[in-house]
């Protein structure tokens, strides 16, 4: 008995003296059981965490300085990853300009992630910098989810710092730090810093589980006010960064489209052209632009001297800005508070074509208005028939335009003016088709007219297309069915809106092309409107949008108009100040759906979004460090 019990006097003393020797063979790296993990901050340990962990479950990553990671860490199931906090934990990004830090894919419905108040994927509490200065962003956190007829999944990428990034070489805004595709939830509380680059690219290429390329989006309803949509609420964005969908990039490859995208509550520092912006359907091939953009209660400081500021340009869709708060320095200026644009009414883009009236995909009459021969210099961008006598602007119908079309060349071009034998086009340009369009002698033309250009702005739910296998209109990989999109006019809506400074050169809305004018494709209030003193002022309902409390909104009003009531509405909970409405936090919008009738259209969604939950500090509520100097005894 007593020889035994020396025996294990001694193997504890061995025990021991291996633990004092040695601590750091039997520190804790990835330690916890489901739901609950605690990992060391190299990428060692932290994937050994994820790779253990059930869907459902956290992981917490503790530590402080900095650690460098030299691989993507992909997760494919529903995780938080929360880490100690962005001032205290820096991960330094070693896993090449084409592999993004985090990757993320998930599928609504699964186990952890079958709930539209359940958070799929949470990333949480670190800096994400890059390992080298200056290193083109392509997407550091990617996530890419599959949804279902119900939702997709939704993820939450907050309190985190990204930054040092640049777009070092891709090209002006071919970089960005968040690539998301299918995935709704929130983006918050983050400072995002990327020089001359995107803070996000955002998709819903099969939106609700239907389609690619955003088919779906684009044959779906608007969700304005709703959770169909990714939401960016509570970032800084700092150094020439924009929060955009450019529709040219998805998670992984794939196929792109159809964005959803809310931003609200955010401070823009210095954005490099548009604060918020996508593409359209043209400069992508097959791909769709973005479907739907809902900005408010941002406030921005241009600084740039160069180029100028946008809060809101885009390409397509549907879209509203109300609430916002933009001002400029010296030296500085702005061009509009909403600036569109239509890239097919002057350029060819395989495979939805030039909209001058030849795209089957467009709306168009049907009707050759005039023909003939162009008569003028081989090699010139002017446009000439000596042949004609046209009345002065025979060809200018703002909201149903006319465009000239080179038969002989296959290309087009919407008119601006023309006089008695010329004709001036809004741009010569057709530049991705190849050189300027330059006329020839005796080149054969026609004058078409497109109404609706397909997905163009101001425009929502349409037919479904589908597909990239048929030939249409001459263009291979197109989709089907080769006819119109047919859709919905879903009217631009401005309003309530402050700017100082260096105010517009142009309106508060404005756009190239003529397919969308004033007070039917677009509502807006004047430049720094009030609030109204009374039904008829400054708004009397006859045109344009108004804004301030209920007992002021006109009596009479004219189909389309709008009237944001600034002292209803319930669905700011935290009573935040809106930039555009000093002293009102809330508000909903009223349309005026038939002559002198009033009807509720539009409250927005749940601030702060029903994801954002506890503190803002990134913590996570995170336990205290591992000791690093165990010791054990050994039974």
């Given at each position: 008995m007593?020889?035994?019990?020396?025996?294990?006097?001694?193997?504890?003393?061995?025990?021991?003296?291996?633990?004092?020797?040695?601590?750091?063979?039997?520190?804790?790296?990835?330690?916890?059981?489901?739901?609950?993990?605690?990992?060391?901050?190299?990428?060692?340990?932290?994937?050994?965490?994820?790779?253990?962990?059930?869907?459902?479950?956290?992981?917490?990553?503790?530590?402080?300085?900095?650690?460098?990671?030299?691989?993507?860490?992909?997760?494919?199931?529903?995780?938080k990853?929360?880490?100690?906090?962005?001032?205290?934990?820096?991960?330094?990004d070693?896993?090449?300009s084409?592999?993004?830090?985090?990757?993320?894919?998930?599928?609504?419905?699964?186990e952890?992630?079958a709930?539209?108040?359940?958070?799929?994927f949470?990333?949480s509490?670190?800096?994400?910098?890059?390992?080298?200065s200056?290193?083109?962003?392509?997407?550091?956190?990617?996530?890419?989810?599959?949804?279902?007829?119900t939702?997709?999944?939704n993820?939450?990428?907050d309190?985190?710092?990204?930054?040092g990034?640049?777009?070092?070489?891709?090209?002006?805004?071919?970089?960005?730090?968040?690539?998301?595709?299918?995935?709704?939830?929130?983006v918050d509380?983050?400072?995002?810093?990327c020089?001359?680059?995107?803070?996000?690219n955002?998709?819903?290429s099969?939106?609700?589980?239907?389609?690619?390329?955003?088919?779906n989006?684009?044959?779906s309803?608007?969700?304005?006010?709703g959770?169909?949509?990714?939401?960016?609420?509570?970032?800084?964005?700092?150094?020439?960064?924009?929060?955009?969908?450019?529709?040219?990039?998805?998670?992984?490859?794939?196929?792109?489209?159809?964005?959803r995208?809310?931003?609200?509550?955010?401070?823009?520092?210095?954005?490099g052209?548009?604060?918020?912006?996508?593409?359209?359907t043209?400069?992508?091939?097959?791909?769709?632009?973005?479907?739907?953009?809902?900005v408010?209660?941002?406030?921005?400081?241009?600084?740039?001297?160069?180029?100028?500021?946008?809060?809101?340009?885009?390409?397509?869709?549907?879209?509203?800005?109300?609430?916002?708060?933009?001002?400029?320095?010296?030296?500085?200026?702005m061009?509009?508070?909403?600036?569109?644009?239509?890239?097919?009414?002057?350029?060819?883009?395989?495979?939805?074509?030039?909209?001058?009236?030849?795209?089957?995909?467009?709306?168009n009459?049907?009707?050759?208005?005039?023909?003939?021969?162009?008569?003028?210099?081989t090699?010139?961008?002017?446009?000439?028939?000596?042949?004609?006598?046209?009345?002065?602007?025979?060809?200018?119908?703002?909201?149903?335009?006319?465009?000239?079309?080179n038969?002989?060349?296959?290309?087009?071009?919407?008119?601006?003016?023309?006089?008695?034998?010329?004709?001036t086009?809004?741009f010569?340009?057709?530049?991705?088709?190849?050189?300027?369009c330059?006329?020839?002698?005796?080149?054969?033309?026609?004058?078409?007219?497109?109404t609706?250009?397909?997905?163009?702005?101001?425009?929502?739910?349409?037919?479904?297309?589908s597909?990239?296998?048929?030939?249409?209109?001459?263009?291979?990989?197109?989709a089907?069915?080769?006819?119109?999109?047919n859709?919905?006019?879903?009217?631009?809506?401005?309003?309530?809106?402050?700017?100082?400074?260096?105010?517009?050169?142009?309106g508060?809305?404005?756009?190239?092309?003529?397919?969308?004018?004033?007070?039917?494709?677009?509502?807006?209030?004047s430049?720094?409107?009030?609030?109204?003193?009374s039904?008829t002022?400054?708004?009397?309902?006859?045109?344009?949008?108004?804004?301030?409390t209920k007992?002021?909104?006109?009596?009479?009003c004219?189909?389309?108009v709008?009237?944001?009531?600034?002292?209803?509405?319930?669905?700011?909970?935290?009573?935040?100040?809106?930039p555009?409405?000093?002293?009102?936090?809330?508000?909903?919008?009223?349309?005026?759906?038939?002559?002198?009738?009033w009807?509720?259209?539009?409250?927005?969604?749940?601030y702060?979004?029903?994801?954002?939950?506890?503190?803002?500090?990134?913590t996570?509520?995170i336990p205290?460090?591992?000791?690093?100097?165990?010791?054990?005894?050994?039974?």
């Open positions: 007593e020889l035994k019990g020396r025996n294990s006097d001694m193997k504890r003393l061995l025990g021991t003296l291996v633990l004092l020797l040695f601590p750091v063979l039997l520190r804790a790296q990835c330690t916890g059981s489901s739901p609950t993990w605690t990992s060391t901050a190299d990428e060692t340990s932290v994937s050994q965490c994820i790779t253990k962990a059930s869907a459902g479950d956290t992981v917490h990553v503790t530590g402080s300085g900095s650690v460098t990671w030299a691989n993507s860490l992909l997760i494919t199931k529903p995780l990853i929360i880490g100690p906090g962005a001032s205290n934990l820096t991960i330094l070693n896993a090449g084409t592999n993004a830090l985090f990757r993320w894919t998930g599928t609504f419905g699964t952890g992630c709930a539209t108040t359940t958070v799929c949470r990333l509490g670190f800096t994400i910098s890059p390992l080298t200056n290193t083109a962003a392509n997407g550091p956190i990617n996530v890419a989810g599959t949804c279902t007829s939702s997709c999944p993820v939450r990428i309190n985190n710092s990204i930054t990034w640049s777009e070092s070489g891709n090209g002006l805004y071919a970089s960005w730090l968040i690539l998301a595709d299918n995935v709704f939830g929130v509380h983050n400072f995002l810093s020089s001359s680059c995107l803070a996000a955002v998709n819903h099969a939106y609700l589980g239907v389609g690619t390329y955003g088919d989006s684009w044959a309803a608007d969700s304005f006010g959770p169909n949509a990714l939401y960016f609420e509570n970032n800084t964005y700092d150094s020439n960064n924009t929060s955009s969908n450019d529709c040219d990039a998805a998670p992984y490859g794939g196929t792109v489209g159809g964005c995208v809310t931003v609200r509550f955010n401070t823009f520092n210095n954005p052209g548009a604060a918020v912006t996508n593409h359209g043209e400069s992508t091939g097959r791909n769709r632009g973005g479907r739907q953009l809902e408010y209660a941002n406030t921005m400081t241009c600084l740039n001297t160069s180029f100028g500021c946008v809060p809101l340009g885009y390409r397509g869709g549907a879209a509203i800005l109300w609430g916002d708060s933009f001002s400029t320095s010296a030296g500085s200026w061009n509009s508070a909403v600036s569109f644009s239509n890239y097919r009414t002057y350029n060819s883009y395989p495979p939805w074509g030039t909209c001058d009236g030849t795209s089957p995909y467009d709306t009459d049907g009707t050759v208005y005039d023909s003939g021969t162009y008569t003028g210099t090699g010139s961008q002017n446009f000439v028939d000596s042949s004609k006598n046209w009345m002065t602007n025979r060809w200018v119908s703002p909201g149903s335009p006319y465009s000239i079309h038969v002989t060349h296959n290309w087009g071009e919407q008119i601006q003016s023309n006089t008695a034998t010329t004709i086009p809004y010569q340009a057709c530049s991705n088709i190849g050189p300027a330059t006329w020839t002698n005796g080149d054969q033309y026609q004058i078409l007219r497109a609706v250009c397909v997905d163009q702005p101001g425009r929502g739910a349409g037919i479904l297309h597909g990239n296998s048929i030939i249409c209109n001459g263009f291979s990989n197109a089907s069915p080769c006819s119109p999109a859709e919905a006019r879903t009217p631009i809506y401005e309003w309530a809106d402050s700017f100082g400074g260096n105010g517009y050169n142009m508060v809305v404005s756009g190239i092309g003529s397919q969308i004018i004033a007070n039917r494709d677009y509502y807006e209030e430049k720094n409107q009030s609030a109204q003193n039904p002022s400054p708004f009397n309902g006859s045109s344009g949008a108004g804004h301030g007992v002021h909104r006109p009596t009479t004219t189909t389309g709008a009237y944001w009531a600034e002292d209803e509405g319930d669905w700011n909970t935290t009573n935040t100040t809106i555009g409405t000093p002293g009102y936090t809330q508000g909903n919008l009223y349309i005026c759906t038939a002559t002198n009738t009807t509720l259209h539009y409250t927005p969604y749940t702060p979004h029903p994801l954002v939950t506890g503190s803002t500090s990134g996570g509520g205290p460090n591992p000791p690093t100097g165990l010791t054990a005894i050994v039974q």
